[in-house]
T-cell receptor
């Protein structure tokens, strides 16, 4: 298996622009997680899905952030409009069993820079 | 108090040294504990679980102290390749759901 695949690897955009991050989980995994990592706040859970259904989005910072999972093999995280404080590394992860299963398989992340 | 706290380091140790990190957690109902490793500019990867009785994997030993609410990771005979950030992870339950929380990580640099 290719693992969790994220795109793009790097994204540089200007404040106010829409940003869409993409994730393909490992086939057969029923949970998908979106995390954000910064030096100040560490790794923060934004939202997670079970069988394509959002379960907990309490970590989504504000209405500018939205996430979808239209099918078992694809998810997007959208920021509209983007702000400089959104600059971070965004990781997607997947597993079987959800938060009770400690083994999360992370993608390589998307380094987002909002100027 | 933050849910999961770690000393950010960096810990700079010579090759062959023994180094230990602690991680404290605030939720006394936390159920499961783990250590992840994250190399520079890479994704986190599971290193090992932390069991109540302690567990060892080669040069790595993980321990749990529920009374004082901390977990530890001990690395013996440090190698250059051990240089990374070590994240502790705590799984807690509450309000009908589970939460997997990462610490901010402790950076280790093993120097020749």
């Amino acid at each position: 298996d290719a693992g969790v695949i994220q795109s793009p690897r790097h994204e540089v955009t200007e404040m106010g622009q829409e940003v869409t991050l993409r994730c393909k989980p490992i086939s057969g995994h029923d949970y998908l997680f979106w995390y954000r990592q910064t030096m100040m706040r560490g790794l923060e859970l934004l939202i997670y899905f079970n069988n394509n259904v959002p379960i907990d989005d309490s970590g989504m910072p504000e209405d500018r952030f939205s996430a979808k999972m239209p099918n078992a093999s694809f998810s997007t995280l959208k920021i509209q409009p983007s702000e400089p404080r959104d600059s971070a590394v965004y990781f997607c992860a997947s597993n079987r069993g959800g938060p009770t299963n400690e083994k999360l398989f992370f993608g390589s992340g998307t380094q987002l820079s909002v100027l | 108090r933050k849910e999961v706290e770690q000393d950010p380091g960096p810990f700079n140790v010579p090759e062959g040294a023994t180094v230990a990190f602690n991680c404290t957690y605030s939720n006394s109902a936390s159920q499961s504990f783990f250590w992840y490793r994250q190399d520079c500019r890479k994704e986190p990867k599971l290193l090992m679980s932390v069991y109540s009785s302690g567990n060892e994997d080669g040069r790595f030993t993980a321990q749990l102290n529920r009374a004082s609410q901390y977990i530890s990771l001990l690395i013996r005979d440090s190698k250059l390749s051990d240089s990374a950030t070590y994240l502790c992870v705590v799984i807690s339950s509450g309000a009908g759901s589970y939460q997997l929380t990462f610490g901010k990580g402790t950076k280790l640099s093993v120097i020749p």
